[in-house]
């Protein structure tokens, strides 16, 4: 099995955390932990950071958080609130702590034509 720092290189690894980044909706979110779950075996919410950390300008990074529902990015974007102000353009809400409930934003993806339905996914921890 490949390292975290490997995958991180591997374009066609990348290429699937993009695909499925792009059809997140305006205005919702999925984590790093959601989308590794989907894309299954050898994705792990470190490994999609990575990818997300060498993102192309058409894939929507900011809709991509932590298990929290705050954003990850104060060490690697600046300015460092830039994630947040891209939410907040888009009608996400944040609390005093930085964070969105993720009950209100949350994007599930099971019902989406050609996505992973709850039958084919693996066991998921996410509410559906």
Known sequence: MKSDKSRKNDSAYRERVYELVRLIPRGRVMTYGQLA???GDGYTPRTVGFAMHAT???TPWHRVINAQGGC?????VLPADKQQRLLEAEGIKFNERGR????????IPNEEPGLPT???A???LFKT
Do not use: F, G, H
């Open 37 to 39: 779950e989907i894309l």
């Open 56 to 58: 192309d300008e058409i």
């Open 72 to 76: 990850s990015t104060a060490r690697v």
């Open 100 to 107: 969105c409930n993720l009950k209100d934003y949350l994007w």
């Open 118 to 120: 709850k039958q084919q």
């Open 122 to 124: 693996r066991p998921t």
